[in-house]
């Protein structure tokens, strides 16, 4: 079965640091590959996803993430992280036809 | 274009009882999926429906049960409720027959407490 690993649980970071949120899948093929956000409250924001192509995407509010097949990781990135990034953000797996499977989430905090 | 509404946002059960939760999905959007946020196992997939069909199932006992009608619109049941049920209930809606396939747009969830 497909599965989704996020190794941090909580992430400090200061604005204007850089930032990288990794994501690890287990899955038989090329999966499809999500990343999620959510404020606290709210429900989930979609960042940015691959299907296929350019293993670098570009998603919106200046982040990206690359697929790496040879190692299984789908890692989120910003350049220069606002306050306004801090949330839960999540990671997930969509093998077509079959559930849709969450990581256990990252909490980001931004120092001021 | 109107996002994903869930309605109630907040709602307080005692054990036993049941629950139906309502979740209407972007115009247009024909496939419903339905997931269960909490602290302790995270977000977990309940159901997906596609023009008023189950497609899949998640893990759960059968107390959950869910439907959708012909306007997409869908709606999630839960009969006698237990503790562990509190939850934040997450609907999401896509185009795609197969939503694993396609961005999926949240609604802001239903807070469900039970005491």
């Known amino acids: 079965a497909q599965s989704v690993t996020q190794p941090d649980i909580h992430i400090t970071v200061s604005e204007g640091a850089s930032l990288e949120l990794r994501c690890n899948y287990s899955?038989?093929?090329?999966?499809?590959l999500f990343w999620y956000v959510q404020s606290p409250g709210q429900g989930l924001q979609l960042l940015l996803k691959?299907?296929?192509?350019?293993?670098l995407v570009q998603g919106i509010k200046g982040f990206e993430a690359e697929f790496k097949r040879s190692q299984s990781s789908f890692n989120l990135r910003k350049p220069s992280v606002h306050w306004s990034d801090a949330a839960e953000y999540f990671c997930a797996v969509g093998p077509p036809g079959q559930n849709f499977v969450f990581g256990p989430g990252t909490r980001l905090s931004v120092l001021p | 274009k109107a996002g994903v509404t869930q309605t109630p946002r907040y709602l307080i059960k005692t054990r036993g009882q049941q629950v139906t939760l309502s979740c209407s999905p972007i115009?247009?959007?024909?496939?419903v999926s339905w997931y269960q946020q909490t602290p302790g196992q995270g977000l977990q997939f309940l159901f997906e429906?596609?023009?008023?069909?189950?497609?899949n199932k998640g893990n759960f006992p059968g107390r959950f049960s869910g439907r959708q009608f012909s306007n997409s619109r869908s709606e999630m049941n839960v009969s006698t409720l237990e503790l562990g049920d509190s939850a934040l209930y997450l609907c999401?809606?896509?185009?795609?027959?197969?939503?694993?396939?396609?961005?999926?747009?949240f609604g802001p969830g239903t807070r469900l407490t039970v005491l």
């Open positions: 115009s247009g959007h024909r496939s």
């Open positions: 999401a809606s896509s185009l795609a027959q197969h939503p694993s396939t396609d961005t999926q747009y």
């Open positions: 691959y299907f296929s192509g350019d293993t």
């Open positions: 429906y596609f023009s008023e069909t189950q497609r």
């Open positions: 899955y038989g093929a090329t999966p499809y």
